[in-house]
């Protein structure tokens, strides 16, 4: 069983050790593009030295990371510099919304806000690609998470050439080179991002075909499931390779030592969610967060309120 475990998790702050050991349990789910990146090398089903039977263990860990992201967010909006935004990625059936629902749970909704993007409005289509993704950017001080995100204009819009066609691009434009320019241009704006004060957090639920067609049938058998079902489920299923280049393709132009992607083995999700957990924990933790001090200035400012207070 791998050392999950960190020496002084409840603080705000992690020890050097506590921050290394986080690094060491999520660095196979790393990917920064220093190699080429095939989903053929990353397993869905991995559990590292984990069974089944280390599910009770593993929820105790992730009830400590998900406690520490709630204190640790109560910092991020106390000092309001930085911004986090996590991008979530994941075919269907992947457990992206039970993710989100597992690992946020104890965060303040005030500064914690969740946007599932669909298929576009008529306004969106009207706007630049990056337009719609733009508006619902977390605030100095916030957490946002993008379910599905920006890059799926590189993925369904890519596997699915009428997404494109939607968007009344001149033909000059969709012409030969046109997914290389597309990634150019959203590898650009994460390093904008990044110069305003935001740190991207870029997550993908790596489901194996098996698991998501078990996992199809559950809702088609299950009647209160039925409404997570739709015949485009099935239809990108059937496309499946090519969103596995689309991905690779996503993964090898935008995974950068400085951005990097984290691949997380999803056919188990109890330990989706440890993996995700600590990712947000780790790289949470790299920034100079603490909370701002009034009295700095002016040192006896403080005894001089508690003065006025308890005289009243």
Not at 220 to 228: A, I, V
Request: hydrophobic content about 40%.
């Amino acid at each position: 069983m791998p050392d999950t475990t960190a020496p002084a998790f409840g603080a705000n702050e992690l020890s050097a050790d506590a921050m290394q050991r986080l690094a060491d349990f999520t660095a196979p789910y790393r990917v920064d593009g220093r190699a080429p990146i095939r989903l053929d090398d990353h397993d869905p089903a991995d559990l590292r030295d984990l069974r089944r039977a280390d599910r009770r263990e593993a929820r105790q860990w992730l009830d400590e990371r998900t406690t520490w992201l709630a204190n640790r967010q109560h910092t991020l909006a106390a000092q309001g510099r930085w911004a986090v935004l996590v991008v979530l990625q994941g075919r269907d059936a992947a457990g992206k919304d039970s993710t989100i629902r597992h690992v946020m749970a104890r965060m303040n909704p005030q500064g914690c806000n969740v946007t599932a993007f669909g298929v576009p409005t008529s306004e969106e289509l009207k706007h630049d690609f990056l337009w719609r993704y733009h508006r619902h950017l977390p605030a100095r001080g916030d957490v946002g998470v993008f379910n599905r995100s920006y890059y799926e204009e590189a993925l369904v819009v890519r596997v699915h050439r009428a997404h494109l066609d939607s968007q009344r691009l001149p033909d000059a434009l969709t012409r030969d080179g046109l997914w290389d320019r597309r990634l150019a241009d959203i590898r650009a704006f994460e390093e904008y991002l990044g110069r305003n004060g935001v740190l991207v957090v870029k997550l993908f639920l790596n489901i194996s075909r098996d698991e998501q067609k078990r996992r199809f049938l559950k809702r088609l058998e299950e009647p209160e499931k039925h409404w997570k079902f739709a015949s485009e489920d099935i239809r990108d299923r059937a496309r499946w390779d090519d969103y596995t280049k689309a991905y690779e393709a996503v993964f090898n132009a935008t995974a950068l030592p400085d951005a990097p992607w984290h691949i997380v083995p999803a056919d188990n999700k109890w330990f989706a969610r440890l993996v995700t957990a600590s990712i947000l924990v780790s790289e949470i933790g790299k920034l100079s967060l603490e909370y701002p001090n009034p009295f700095a200035a002016d040192p006896n400012a403080l005894a001089a309120a508690r003065r006025r207070l308890a005289n009243e």
